[in-house]
């Protein structure tokens, strides 16, 4: 499937902005399965000085200094894309999800990078209450991948797509309290448990297909930025991406962008200003099947 991706982010000022620099993850990234065919970041007003290379991750990042006065700012992507990732494995053929639990402890080839998603991180903590309630879905000697699926469709069921109910800050445990927020909330709860339980899980931003192909319910999460679940299966099996705001495996209806530990590692525009006070954000995405 090809995608051709619009995503604009603007902040006005109330009071001028003297100095200012910004991180952008915008541009999507390569991998087996996606092709970036095209791909632009254009900012106002034009920055001082503006350079890309990659982060600890190997995300594609520009980095932007704007050094003249602005109540303004404006970042967009303008991107082609060709994505078709391969089927995960038969669930079956997985193996146990203690198995990979030690591979990650016991590093080594396939495992050295996947084993620093499973430790802490300050916006998806291993947390104990988002432990117990995955745990359900990981009973002893179970293949990883079937309790993977599991959790990702118990969470479909238990947790209501509300926008407006949680902050980029909500909590973990404040999100399973309530069983309601969006996309980001949801993907922090599922790391947060998989992490509680040793099992190496990765925060993964991007888009969402806007509307399904025919006859399937519509998305939750669409016409935005979207989040979703990178699950390891250990080094014979490599990564498999889960949506548990719609219940999918990721194949090609979603965009990857970057990922990190949690959001706050790959939040598409951050940065650093002198002055401005209060201000305003606006974000507008448009991702389109190009036939």
Not at 46 to 75: C, E, K
Request: glycine content about 10%; aromatic content about 8%.
């Amino acid at each position: 499937m090809r995608y051709r991706i619009r995503h604009t982010t603007e902040y006005v000022y109330a009071d001028p902005v003297d100095l200012a620099s910004h991180m952008l993850h915008l541009t999507p990234r390569p991998l087996p399965g996606q092709r970036v065919l095209s791909a632009e970041v254009l900012v106002w007003p034009t920055p001082g000085r503006m350079t890309s290379g990659p982060d600890h991750f190997g995300n594609h990042v520009t980095w932007v200094f704007l050094d003249q006065s602005h109540q303004r700012f404006d970042a967009t992507v303008e991107a082609e894309v060709e994505v078709d990732f391969a089927s995960p494995p038969p669930a079956d053929a997985t193996p146990p999800w203690e198995d990979v639990v030690a591979a990650a402890r016991r590093g080594g080839p396939g495992a050295w990078q996947a084993a620093e998603f499973s430790f802490d991180s300050p916006m998806a903590p291993a947390d104990a209450s988002a432990g117990l309630y995955v745990r359900q879905s990981f009973p002893p000697g179970r293949p990883v991948l079937q309790g993977l699926l599991e959790l990702n469709a118990r969470m479909r069921r238990d947790f209501a797509f509300r926008p407006g109910v949680t902050t980029v800050y909500t909590p973990v445990a404040r999100v399973l309290l309530q069983r309601a927020g969006v996309c980001q909330d949801f993907t922090h709860v599922m790391i947060s448990g998989l992490r509680a339980l040793g099992l190496p899980a990765r925060y993964v931003s991007g888009y969402l297909r806007t509307r399904p192909p025919p006859g399937q319910a519509p998305r939750r999460g669409a016409d935005q930025s979207h989040a979703w679940v990178g699950a390891w299966l250990g080094p014979d099996h490599g990564w498999v991406d889960l949506d548990p705001t719609n219940d999918l495996v990721v194949r090609d209806e979603h965009v990857v962008l970057a990922w990190g530990r949690d959001y706050g590692d790959i939040s598409p525009v951050r940065g650093v200003i002198l002055g401005g006070g209060r201000h305003s954000v606006s974000v507008g995405v448009d991702l389109d099947a190009v036939a």
